[in-house]
Nanobody
Framework: QVQLVESGGGLVQAGDSLRLSCAAS????????RAWFRQAPGKEREFVAAMSWTGGTPSYADSVKGRFTISRDNAKNTVYLQMNSLKPDDTAVYYC????????????????WGQGTQVTVSS
């Protein structure tokens, strides 16, 4: 049973923008904490951004702060990651994640993960 589905990845040039989407279904629609992570080849998965489903101040990794924006559409139960001024270092598979209870998004164990969407930024 698919709970989180990402879309929107692709191949872009440095400086371009992309918007990733993460649609939730089933029990995942009740998750309070929604987050984005990424994993580049040969590297560990790293936190990118997170927000609570009811609002509040989002949190971002220092490497994307000021360039990426996480947002939500309650009616569609979808979380977005708007990525501007993309750099080759942003190349990775991007995953969305969801957790029922709030905790530090960088340390949380998530209840659901999406399958990932590839983002490739050429120089």
């Amino acid at each position: 049973q698919v709970q989180l589905v990402e879309s929107g990845g692709g191949l872009v040039q440095a400086g371009d923008s992309l918007r990733l989407s993460c649609a939730a279904s089933g029990r995942a629609t009740s998750a309070y904490l929604r987050a984005w992570f990424r994993q580049a080849p040969g590297k560990e998965r790293e936190f990118v951004a997170a927000m609570s489903w009811t609002g509040g101040t989002p949190s971002y990794a220092d490497s994307v702060k000021g360039r990426f924006t996480i947002s939500r559409d309650n009616a569609k139960n979808t979380v977005y990651l708007q990525m501007n001024s993309l750099k080759p270092d942003d190349t990775a598979v991007y995953y969305c994640a969801a957790r029922f209870l709030w905790m530090d998004p960088r340390r949380a164990k998530y209840d659901y993960w999406g399958q990932g969407t590839q983002v490739t930024v050429s120089s």
